[in-house]
């Protein structure tokens, strides 16, 4: 699931240093804060944040 995702923003034999960290960090936190049918509707950052309570 996360691979599929993934390749929304990065094709299969993307070099990663042709990408800044801002530019992976931003399609870190797009990931995260994308709703999951497998978490309830939540998102990963809501299930992180809770379990880190």
Known sequence: ???????Q????????VAF????LDAI????NDRP???LGG???TQVFATAST
């Open 1 to 7: 699931m996360s691979n599929g995702l993934l390749r």
């Open 9 to 16: 923003y990065l094709a299969k034999n993307a070099d990663l």
């Open 20 to 23: 800044t960290q801002a530019e």
């Open 28 to 31: 870190a936190s797009q990931l």
């Open 36 to 38: 999951r049918r497998v």
């Open 42 to 44: 939540r998102t990963p």
